[in-house]
């Protein structure tokens, strides 16, 4: 009796776990020289020939073409890692791999499935109550998040400019949008530029557009600028039924091109009577508009996007207006300041100083477009964990020194726990250890000199990570030294690492459809 198609594929028992755990451990090897201050870039090249430069693990596991689901699942995991927190990916992916790779010896120690997934969740437990535990008892201010944005850049893709200065942006940026109620993450924006320096990286108190005035003659700036947004097209009204108009001489075709003329003045003349400085429209504005309205130093922009419209609205509190006759000065916004800048062929159009200015613009500027597209990936990633730490208010120590705490937790608890589900627990704290390993290994020291230099430090002092300063290495505390992390980011890594090796360690049988 065939119950599968001939052209199914099955693999079954411990063909079926060695295969999904052999792919979960490549995933997870091929991110791991990217950790820490001293970790490598990968070099990424498409089908198409497009190459991406990169140390960040999402950005690695999402270029990368994968195909087996063991090993899509392990990018599932950074994947989620970087939705919910923006940093830790290249963390959580590791953690997942030595997950799986301590159950293959556990597998060949004849411990059931079953026993390794339970210890797992039970010693991840363990895990979430050793970060709470090292989270500092402190008010995080912007000294500490400046810390929390420096840590999070260092060893990541800067340019030019010191990761100092972009974490003053960053926390300048989260300062502006935070309030009462919390921290307002999607009113940060990323504008990139090609051209210029990095280090010309700036903050914008308002927003910025990749849009040109839509005639060249008009203002460059304006200041104290009434703002007013349409969604009308401005031009030659058509009409709603088709119709064929019969001109047998020229005076007909003046008569005609007079009144269309006189249209298109009626409608440039409503707006500036309007007392608008500068317009912004969704649909099109005729070019005879354009030319009418920078007569009368009106500064105009159309075809923009919905959602340019939406946030310019947000910025200076002006409404979108759908007809012209309801074109008011009660529907304006106001703004500090207009104004455009040319970059190579680009043109930006800074709206800055908005009546309700909720918005803030990271301007990132680059020599090539691979240095902009890093260090863009670098700065969202700084923003969210910053964001994460204003928000939530709870810091950990970095440098592998929570990892450490959270891997002798581990190990003292384990003594109370009875049968084989202790060596499960025991091997999710080695699984843990590996972090602190890499950062040795990708620093050049000693793996095993330095984790035992590190545990007799945190059994000494409560707290032990391995500092890394260009060429000045040690032991030591890394709250002392600035390098702090979210509490977020750790217990994002541990619970989705663990549930991606817990599901994949459970799968004895693979069934495949060709």
Not at 121 to 126: K, S, T, W
Not at 158 to 164: C, D, M, P, S
Not at 217 to 227: G, L, R, S
Request: a negative charge.
């Amino acid at each position: 009796m065939f119950i599968l198609s001939e052209d199914s594929e099955r693999t079954s028992g411990e063909d079926a776990q060695q295969s999904n755990i052999t792919a979960g451990k490549a995933i997870s090897e091929a991110v791991r020289t990217t950790l820490g201050p001293r970790g490598m870039d990968k070099m990424l090249v498409s089908d198409a020939g497009d190459v991406v430069i990169t140390n960040d693990g999402a950005t690695i596991l999402d270029e990368m073409d994968i195909e087996h689901p063991a090993a899509d699942m392990i990018v599932d995991v950074a994947q989620t890692q970087e939705d919910e927190i923006g940093d830790g990916t290249t963390t959580a992916a590791i953690i997942a791999g030595q997950l799986l790779a301590q159950a293959e010896n556990l597998f060949e120690d004849d411990v059931h499935a079953t026993t390794v997934v339970e210890g797992y969740h039970e010693a991840a437990e363990l895990a979430h109550d050793a970060v709470d535990e090292m989270t500092l008892d402190v008010d995080v201010d912007d000294e500490l998040l400046i810390n929390v944005a420096e840590s999070s850049m260092t060893g990541k893709g800067t340019g030019g400019v010191t990761a100092e200065s972009l974490a003053q942006t960053v926390v300048g940026a989260v300062s502006h949008i935070s309030s009462d109620e919390g921290v307002e993450r999607d009113n940060i924006t990323l504008q990139t530029q090609v051209g210029g320096s990095s280090s010309e990286t700036e903050l914008i108190q308002g927003i910025a557009l990749d849009e040109e005035a839509v005639h060249e003659t008009m203002p460059d700036a304006v200041e104290n600028a009434d703002i007013g947004l349409l969604d009308v097209e401005l031009g030659v009204q058509a009409g709603d039924v088709d119709a064929e108009y019969s001109i047998e001489n020229i005076d007909q075709l003046n008569a005609a091109m007079d009144a269309e003329e006189s249209e298109l003045k009626e409608t440039a003349q409503s707006i500036v009577d309007s007392g608008v400085d500068v317009l912004f429209n969704s649909e099109e504005i005729d070019d005879r508009v354009a030319s009418l309205l920078a007569n009368e130093g009106v500064l105009a922009f159309d075809s923009l996007s919905d959602s340019d419209i939406r946030g310019i609205a947000s910025a200076t509190g002006a409404r979108r207006v759908g007809a012209l006759e309801d074109f008011e000065s009660e529907e304006f916004g106001h703004a500090d300041s207009i104004r455009t800048e040319a970059f190579a062929d680009d043109e930006l159009v800074f709206i800055e100083g908005g009546a309700a200015a909720e918005s803030v613009t990271v301007l990132v500027r680059g020599g090539t477009e691979h240095v902009v597209d890093e260090l863009e990936r670098t700065l969202r990633d700084a923003v969210d964990v910053v964001s994460s730490a204003a928000e939530t208010g709870s810091i950990v120590p970095g440098a592998g020194a929570t990892e450490i705490a959270i891997a002798a937790h581990i190990r003292s608890e384990a003594a109370g726990i009875s049968g084989r589900k202790q060596l499960a627990v025991e091997a999710f704290a080695d699984a843990i250890d590996t972090v602190p390993r890499t950062l040795a290994e990708n620093a050049g020291l000693d793996a095993i000199d330095s984790l035992v230099e590190l545990r007799g430090d945190h059994d000494d002092n409560g707290r032990a990570g391995l500092i890394v300063d260009g060429q000045f290495r040690e032991v030591g505390d890394p709250v002392e030294h600035g390098v702090v992390d979210p509490a977020a980011v750790k217990h994002e890594a541990i619970e989705s690492a663990t549930e991606a090796a817990t599901m994949i360690a459970r799968i004895d049988d693979v069934i495949a459809a060709e």
